[in-house]
């Protein structure tokens, strides 16, 4: 069965610093990945997937994420955050054949001035 | 807006009683999903539609709750003898996919928000 692990409830950083959000999964077959980050207030909104081929994904606002699979990792990372980063993101895991995402519990990035 | 919309976003009710989401998925959407999600915790998966049909239910989904997409567009939720172990954000997703599994991205709308007393 799939499951998907974030190591890091919060992560805090300073504006303009790098940060990356770990997201391991657990899974026996191949799997689609994802990264969803959800503003304050708002809905849950696509940052980047990972379908096949390359396995650097790069999505919106500068994030980009790497498929390792042998580490079964999928870490999120983006070289200098802005406030405007701050919110909850959300790793998510879906097995080859299955219709349902699994989701992490979320990380918390909070950026400050 | 033509995104995904929920009602009620806030919902306070006692112990006991009745309630219902409804979602509205965009339009040309064919799956429909719902999860809940409670604080400090991801979206936990509740139940599938493709179209009008049900096609899983989690485990979390107790026989008081019961959802319906009766004509393959807008679903409902109702969660009936509500309880405080209820109160959590409800959350619900739609994509397009014909055929094989999902590979593209879920939309979800901004949640529908229940406070059990």
């Known amino acids: 069965a799939q499951s998907v692990t974030q190591l890091d409830s919060q992560v805090p950083v300073f504006e303009e610093a790098p940060v990356e959000l770990r997201c391991n999964y657990s899974?026996?077959?191949?799997?689609?990945l994802f990264w969803y980050v959800q503003y304050p207030n708002q809905g849950l909104q696509l940052l980047l997937k990972?379908?096949?081929?390359?396995?650097l994904v790069k999505g919106i606002n500068g994030f980009e994420a790497e498929f390792n699979k042998s580490q079964t990792s999928f870490h999120l990372r983006k070289p200098s955050v802005h406030i405007s980063d701050t919110a909850e993101y959300f790793c998510a895991v879906s097995e080859g054949g299955s219709y349902i995402p699994t989701f992490g519990r979320g990380t918390s990035l909070i950026v400050h001035p | 807006d033509t995104g995904v919309s929920q009602n009620p976003r806030h919902k306070i009710t006692k112990r006991g009683q009745n309630v219902t989401f409804r979602c509205d998925p965009i339009s040309e959407h064919n799956r429909l999903y719902w999860y809940r999600q409670t604080l400090g915790q991801g979206p936990e998966f509740l139940t599938y539609?493709?179209?009008?049909?049900?096609?899983?239910k989690s485990r979390l989904l107790s026989d008081r709750f019961s959802a319906e997409r009766p004509k393959g567009s807008f679903s409902t939720l109702e969660i009936q003898r509500t309880e405080q172990g209820d109160s959590a954000m409800y959350l619900c997703a739609s994509s397009l996919g014909y055929g094989g599994p999902i590979s593209g991205e879920l939309f979800f709308g901004e949640g529908s928000r229940l406070t059990v007393l």
């Open positions: 899974s026996s077959v191949s799997v689609y």
């Open positions: 539609f493709q179209n009008e049909a049900q096609l899983e």
């Open positions: 990972y379908l096949s081929g390359s396995t």
